[in-house]
């Protein structure tokens, strides 16, 4: 079966120091993988897909960015963390279109607070 | 751009009392999926609707899909402690079939 795993699951920064987040996918081959944002209490904002390695389209522009060095791996960093970037963090990924569904399954995510 | 609305943003009931979310696309859309997200957890995939006018049932919860394949409902009989939590709504983007869009979330709360 598939497992997704996401670390760390918090994390506190100070404002202006560098971020990596890291997410990887066991039991399944090719994903798609998305990052998402959630601020307390609200809805799902997309960060960045990736379908494949080194394939990365970002939605929304900001100071991070998303790399996929392996086909199961995807990072989520920052140079210099702003207040703003605080957040729950989450990992997904999904089977590729064409199959019957593609729903999206989500790592237990970071709660990343920036001070 | 292509929107999914979905309302309330949250409900208030009383333990055995019923419960129910509504989505409601910009676009048509080829599927609609369900989640929820326990307080302090990560979304979990509930059910996919596919068929225009498709209703599907989990238990206590009834998902329905409308005919012309632009919104959906969650129902939830009987609330129960377990089932707090925040539902959401996706469909595919009509631009891409990698991305979901996604409701704002109906959050259930159940009244001590």
């Known amino acids: 079966s598939q497992t997704i795993h996401q670390w760390p699951a918090t994390l506190v920064q100070p404002v202006g120091s560098p971020l990596s987040l890291e997410c990887t996918v066991e039991g399944t081959s090719n994903p798609n993988l998305y990052w998402y944002r959630q601020a307390a209490g609200r809805g799902l904002q997309l960060l960045f897909y990736?379908?494949?390695?080194?394939?990365i389209s970002s939605e929304v522009p900001q100071n991070l960015s998303a790399s996929r060095p392996q086909d199961r791996q995807f990072i989520l960093s920052s140079k210099k963390l702003l207040l703003s970037d605080s957040g729950f963090y989450l990992c997904?990924?999904?089977?590729?279109?064409?199959?019957?569904?593609?729903?999206?399954?989500f790592g237990p995510g970071t709660r990343l607070t920036v001070t | 751009g292509q929107q999914v609305m979905q309302i309330p943003q949250y409900q208030h009931v009383q333990e055995g009392e019923d419960f129910t979310t509504y989505c409601n696309s910009s676009?048509?859309?080829?599927?609609i999926q369900w989640y929820k997200q326990r307080p302090g957890g990560h979304p979990v995939f509930l059910i996919q609707l596919v068929k225009s006018g498709e209703v599907k049932k989990q238990k206590r919860l009834t998902f329905q899909f409308g005919g012309a394949k632009k919104n959906s409902s969650l129902h939830i009989t009987a609330t129960q402690t377990t089932d707090v939590g925040t539902y959401f709504c996706?469909?595919?983007?009509?631009?891409?079939?990698?991305?979901?869009?996604w409701g704002a979330g109906t959050k259930l709360i159940i009244k001590p």
């Open positions: 996706a469909g595919p983007g009509r631009d891409s079939n990698y991305q979901l869009i």
């Open positions: 997904a990924w999904s089977v590729l279109p064409g199959l019957p569904s593609y729903e999206q399954y």
């Open positions: 990736s379908v494949g390695i080194g394939q």
């Open positions: 676009t048509t859309l080829s599927n």
